[in-house]
């Protein structure tokens, strides 16, 4: 499914008020659809590359590359959480 139309199902960005909660499994899709529009490639094929250091390199650190890592935290919540809570300290 096209990262627009999975992302329309949250709410529009211009209204915050619109939005809705995702679950893991929608977080998950809208991920792997905004990878495969950007890179060509599934959220898992990114996670991947991006944990090999793949991306380590501002030669290949594209623009599109950093649109799907701001994503992570999508599907990486567990590290996102602690991490919010260690700062929170």
Not at 8 to 17: K, S
Not at 20 to 41: H, I, P, Q
Not at 47 to 57: A, F, K, V
Not at 70 to 86: D, F, H, Q, S
């Amino acid at each position: 499914m096209a990262t627009a139309a999975v992302a329309t199902r949250f709410g529009n960005v211009e209204d915050p008020a619109s939005a809705k909660v995702m679950t893991r499994a929608e977080a998950a899709e809208l991920f792997d659809a905004t990878a495969m529009l950007y890179l060509g490639m599934s959220g898992t094929e990114f996670l991947r590359r991006w944990d090999n250091g793949d991306y380590d390199d501002e030669t290949v650190c594209s623009g599109r590359v950093m649109r799907v890592a701001c994503m992570i935290p999508l599907v990486r919540r567990e590290r996102a959480g602690k991490n919010a809570t260690t700062r929170a300290r």
